[in-house]
């Protein structure tokens, strides 16, 4: 973890414990284990207000390429989610229609 970026699970405490969950109905276990030492870095600045994507790790200058693939996650309330995974590292969390997430992290 990088000293300048707070923990996800830090930043999104709820979001982070749902992430987890999630990731292991996929059989993502490795990912799950992971995930409580992954840093969050920004939200995405895509400017769509349906957006509550964020970066897990520095934006690339190039597409993700090699050793890249995408997970899509099936959650309750019809949320968008999709976690980009780059040699096995999340690198970037795709998330639409949950406004909450920018609030409750202005609020925290």
């Known amino acids: 973890m990088n000293d300048a970026h707070p923990l996800v699970s830090e930043v999104l405490p709820e979001f982070h414990s749902e992430l987890v969950v999630l990731l292991r109905g996929e059989a993502e276990h490795a990912l ?3 995930l409580g030492l992954v840093s969050f870095h920004d939200w995405c600045e895509c400017g769509d207000d349906r957006c509550q994507s964020f970066r897990t790790a520095p934006e690339p200058e190039e597409p993700y390429g ?3 693939r995408l997970v899509r ?10 976690v980009d ?3 096995d590292a999340v690198v970037f969390v ?3 229609d949950r ?3 920018r609030i409750q992290f202005r609020a925290g």
């Open 85 to 87: 995974v780059v040699h």
């Open 99 to 101: 406004p909450k997430l």
């Open 94 to 96: 795709e998330v639409h």
């Open 73 to 82: 996650l099936s959650a309750e309330d019809d949320t968008v989610i999709k």
């Open 66 to 68: 090699p050793g890249h």
């Open 32 to 34: 799950a284990d992971a």
